[in-house]
């Protein structure tokens, strides 16, 4: 069971929109800062926002990550093949004193 | 450009000790307020944090493995370890290295990922 709770998969047609949403609660997303990942098999996790909304060098701008008290929310547009894997929440949980991801949410594009 | 490379034994019999070193190349690893970590990925499951330690030592781990988790930093050799000891198949996991912001906590570069098999 994660501390962080993410749908475990969202799917959508190419050219659409999805949202993945990361629900904590008031010793982690609310105090601290929500970073998200893409992960595809066999290869490196890739940093997508950090900050809560923040993008690294390199990442379109069709994905943005927004927050608001004990949740965050992934916003993906424009969606491509290339955009099918699991994706991530994490951030720094106080009463645990460790960082934590969410369950990951495997998207689909049909 | 920073790059981070795990390496150690792909099989580990039960019950002994895990032992993995990431090399970081392309920086230092005295740089920055940066940490280093540990993540797992068991088959099946998704991304379960291990822990971080800075150069100076200082480490933070996952409480459920922190009676068999050991980390250290060696700044001659631009390296960090993992050690994990009593193994059990539940430890099975791809397992990646990773440099960590602190305050900000995330994880910005990532090794390409190694993956260790616990079984006799």
């Known amino acids: 069971q994660s501390v962080l709770t993410q749908p475990p998969s969202i799917s959508a047609a190419p050219g659409q929109k999805v949202t993945i949403s990361c629900s904590g609660n008031?010793?982690?997303?609310?105090?601290?800062?929500v970073s998200w990942y893409q992960h595809l098999p066999g290869t490196a996790p890739k940093l997508l926002i950090y900050?809560?909304?923040k993008r690294p060098s390199g990442i379109p701008d069709r994905f943005s990550g927004s927050k608001s008290g004990t949740s965050a929310t992934l916003d993906i547009t424009g969606l491509q093949t290339g955009d099918e894997a699991e994706y991530y929440c994490?951030?720094?949980?106080?009463?645990?004193?460790?960082?934590?991801f969410g369950g990951g949410t495997r998207l689909t594009v049909l | 450009q920073l790059q981070l490379q795990e390496s150690g034994p792909g099989l580990v019999k039960p019950p002994e000790t895990l032992s993995l070193s990431c090399t970081v190349s392309g920086g230092d690893i005295n740089s920055g307020a940066y940490y280093w970590g540990w993540v797992r990925q068991p088959p099946g499951r998704g991304l379960e944090w291990i822990g971080i330690i800075n150069t100076s030592g200082r480490t933070f781990y996952k409480a459920s493995l922190r009676s068999r988790v050991f980390m250290s930093v060696d700044t001659s050799k631009n390296q960090f370890s993992l050690g994990l000891t009593s193994v059990t198949a539940a430890d099975t996991a791809v397992y990646y290295c990773a440099r960590y912001k602190s305050f900000n906590d995330f994880m910005d570069v990532w090794g390409r990922g190694t993956t260790v098999a616990v079984s006799s």
């Open positions: 994490g951030t720094w949980d106080l009463s645990l004193s460790e960082a934590v």
């Open positions: 008031s010793f982690n997303i609310e105090k601290k800062y």
């Open positions: 900050d809560n909304d």
